[in-house]
């Protein structure tokens, strides 16, 4: 099992089934295997810890945001097999940009920018892994 951890914002939408998939940004643990039962929770390490619900992985892609430049705004995915594109998920147009964002619980993509903005890179780009789960 992998334990994820929501902030208040996201939360209430992962209880209600609302948010079914998160950006993790690289780190020390490796991203989950679809598969995988997820648990997920708000507050870990705190009293206030709860289980919001589990659920089955149902895919994990490399993902690549770039939210440096306004002009260059972008979300790749990577097929984490083989680390080909996934081209219909090259997003670049910003009505899709604000599809993409509104899937991962944010109001917009300007909203997801400026989440990501400080974890970025000196190069705007923020690199992690598209986690995605199914209703449970």
């Not at 997920?40 to 690549?64: E, P, S």
Request: aromatic fraction near 12%; charged fraction near 25%; charge should be positive.
């Amino acid at each position: 099992m992998v334990a994820l951890n929501f902030q208040m914002p996201f939360s209430g939408k992962v209880e209600a089934g609302i948010k079914r998939r998160t950006i993790r940004l690289d780190g020390k643990r490796r991203p989950p295997r679809a598969g995988e039962t997820l648990q997920l929770y708000f507050g870990m390490r705190t009293r206030y810890c709860r289980l919001l619900r589990t659920a089955k992985c149902t895919d994990v892609r490399r993902c690549i945001l770039n939210v440096g430049n306004a002009s260059v705004w972008r979300v790749t995915l990577y097929r984490l097999e083989d680390g080909k594109p996934v081209s219909e998920k090259h997003v670049t147009a910003r009505r899709s940009l604000d599809a993409f964002a509104h899937l991962d619980g944010f109001n917009g993509w300007p909203e997801l920018v400026a989440y990501f903005a400080p974890r970025a890179d000196p190069f705007g780009l923020v690199a992690g892994y598209l986690i995605e789960w199914g209703a449970s």
